[in-house]
């Protein structure tokens, strides 16, 4: 199994700036793409940014600009740089890694698999 566990999190004034971070842990074989994601209350969960282990990013076109996706993989650890921040953009972020698995001393699993950490609050309000 894959733990997520993010940090960072918090209460922000509009234009201010936050880093969250995000390490995995557990019985990882190796890691693909990890991600942010976010949800505010009665909104779909949409992707903010994601890092494919080569370092190629991907981020919504809202934040382009703003925001930096970076992983570090020798501590299986992404982080995201989040700056301007809008009140529209409280919600819960959540880190995702998709990775493949030990399943036992001989295997690992045939897939990838998206793997989620609780998630972290993140409030921008005056």
């Known amino acids: 199994q894959v733990q997520l566990v993010e940090s960072g999190g918090g209460l922000v004034q509009p234009g201010g700036s936050l880093r969250l971070s995000c390490a995995a842990s557990g019985s990882i074989f190796s890691i693909n793409v990890m991600g942010w994601y976010r949800q505010a209350p009665g909104n779909q969960r949409e992707l903010v940014a994601s890092?494919?282990?080569?370092?190629?990013?991907n981020y919504a076109d809202s934040v382009k600009g703003r925001f930096a996706i970076s992983r570090d993989n020798a501590k299986n650890t992404v982080y995201l740089q989040m700056n301007s921040l809008k009140p529209e953009e409280t919600a819960v972020y959540f880190c995702n890694c998709n990775a493949r698995v030990r399943m036992g001393e001989n295997r690992i699993s045939s897939r990838y698999t998206d793997y989620w950490g609780q998630g972290t609050q993140v409030t921008v309000s005056s």
């Open positions: 890092i494919t282990s080569g370092g190629s990013t």
